[in-house]
C-alpha cells in the first residue's frame, strides 16, 4: 500500500455516503470485496493482497451505523452460493428506502425541503462527494434531488468536531477545556486527535496525552471552550486507532450494567427496550448497558415515575439528585400536592 493510500483520511459521513449511493445503485448488490476496493472512503485503504482485516471491521461498523439512520439495508445470498460468506451481498432497494407515494408536498413545504437540501448539500458533502453524484448519474443512475426521493438523517455533531477532525488529517497537537460530571471546574487538556469515534449515537474523541502519552477517550458534548491548533506535528502511532478506541468503548459498555423497574405500558418501557443489548430479567425488571453513568442518570430522570433505579447505587443517587433539582426550581405548592 503506498503511502498516500495509507495516509488518507476520509470524513466518516462521506464514507457512509458513498456507501449508501453505491448500494442503492446495484440491482445485484455488491460483495463486501468489491465494496472495499471501489467505494470511496474504503478503496483508499483497500490492499488487493494484503491484510484488510481493519477495513473489514469499518464496514461491519459502517453497517450497524446506517442501518441505525433507518437505511434498509439488505443481505442476502445467491442462488445456489448458500452458506458462501464471501459471496454475500449487500444492496439498499429504492423501494423500501424511498417516500411513500402517497405522499404528497405543497409549493411552500416543496419550498423550504429544496432550501433544506442545499444547505445539507453544501455543508455536508465534499469535494469528493459531489463527484460521486456525478459519477452515478453518468452510470445512468438518476439522482436528481436526493432529498425529495430519499430521506438523509444526520447525526448532530458538536461544533467542536470539524476542528477535530482537521487537526486529525493533519496530526497536530490541540487543545481544549473539558468538564467532566462531578467536578467543580474544567479542565485544560493537550492531546493528539486518533481518531472520532461515533458510539452509541454520540461522538467520541480517541486521543493521546501530548506530555503522558496516555491514550484517553473524550465526549464531544462535554468540550467546552473552542478547539484551539498549533503548529506541533506528533507522528499517530501504527495502528488502527479508531478499531482500538472502539474496542474500549465497547468494554466500558459490555461491563456496565443497569437495573431498571419500569411502569408497564408506558413510553419509558417502549424506549428503553428499544435500546441496544436492553433485555427484560424474570424478575421483571430492565437490564441496560451503558458506557457513561451520567448521561444514563439524565435520560432516566426525564422519565420521572416511571422508571426506577434498582441498581447500581450510584446510578439511583444521580438520578435522585436530578428530580430533587427539578424539584428546587420547579415547587409544588401543598394545594396542588393535594390535588387541588
Known amino acids: ?37 471501489t467505494v470511496h472512503g474504503y478503496s483508499q485503504k483497500y490492499s488487493p493482497s494484503g491484510d484488510n482485516s481493519a477495513l473489514e471491521r469499518q464496514f461491519q461498523r459502517d453497517k450497524d451505523d446506517i442501518r441505525e439512520l433507518g437505511v434498509p439495508l439488505e443481505t442476502f445470498e445467491p442462488l445456489g452460493e448458500e452458506g458462501n460468506n464471501q459471496s454475500t451481498r449487500y444492496r439498499i432497494l429504492p423501494a423500501e ?86 467536578e467543580t471546574e474544567s479542565t485544560h487538556r493537550q492531546v493528539l486527535p486518533l481518531a472520532l469515534i ?43 486507532s479508531a478499531d482500538v478506541g472502539l474496542k474500549e468503548l465497547q468494554a466500558v459498555w459490555d461491563r456496565n450494567l443497569a437495573q431498571i423497574r419500569v411502569q408497564p405500558g408506558t413510553d419509558a418501557e417502549v ?24 448521561i444514563l442518570a439524565d435520560e432516566l430522570a426525564a422519565y420521572g415515575p416511571e422508571v426506577l433505579v434498582e441498581s447500581p447505587s450510584e446510578l439511583r443517587e444521580q438520578v435522585k439528585a436530578r428530580l430533587a433539582e427539578v424539584l428546587k426550581l420547579h415547587p409544588v405548592s401543598t394545594g396542588q400536592a393535594n390535588g387541588r
Do not use: C
Not at 462535554?222 to 491548533?229: F, G, M, N, Q
Not at 425488571?285 to 451503558?290: G, K, S, T
Open 198 to 240: 461515533q458510539f452509541q449515537g454520540r461522538w467520541h474523541l480517541y486521543a493521546m496525552d501530548a506530555n503522558s502519552q496516555e491514550r484517553k477517550t473524550f465526549l464531544l458534548r462535554r468540550i467546552v471552550s473552542e478547539i484551539a491548533t498549533g503548529s506541533k506535528v506528533i507522528a499517530p502511532p501504527r495502528e488502527d
Open 97 to 182: 428506502y424511498e417516500l411513500p407515494r402517497d405522499i404528497r408536498f405543497s409549493r411552500q413545504e416543496a419550498s423550504l425541503l429544496n432550501l433544506a437540501a442545499l444547505v445539507w448539500r453544501e455543508g455536508a458533502l465534499s469535494g469528493e462527494s459531489r463527484r460521486a453524484l456525478l459519477k452515478f448519474k453518468s452510470l445512468g443512475v438518476e439522482i436528481a434531488d436526493p432529498v425529495l426521493d430519499y430521506i438523509p438523517r444526520s447525526i448532530v455533531r458538536e461544533p467542536s468536531f470539524e476542528p477535530l477532525r482537521e487537526a486529525l488529517e493533519k496530526n497536530l497537537v490541540t487543545e481544549f477545556d473539558y468538564f467532566k460530571p462531578g
Open 1 to 37: 500500500m503506498s503511502d498516500r493510500k495509507a495516509n488518507s483520511r476520509v470524513p466518516v459521513e462521506e464514507r457512509l455516503f458513498s456507501l449508501i449511493l453505491a448500494l442503492l445503485a446495484t440491482r445485484n448488490g455488491l460483495t463486501k470485496s468489491e465494496i472495499l476496493s
Open 271 to 294: 424506549r428503553l427496550l428499544q435500546q441496544q443489548g436492553a433485555k427484560r430479567l424474570d424478575n421483571g425488571l430492565i437490564e441496560l448497558h451503558f458506557v457513561d453513568l451520567h
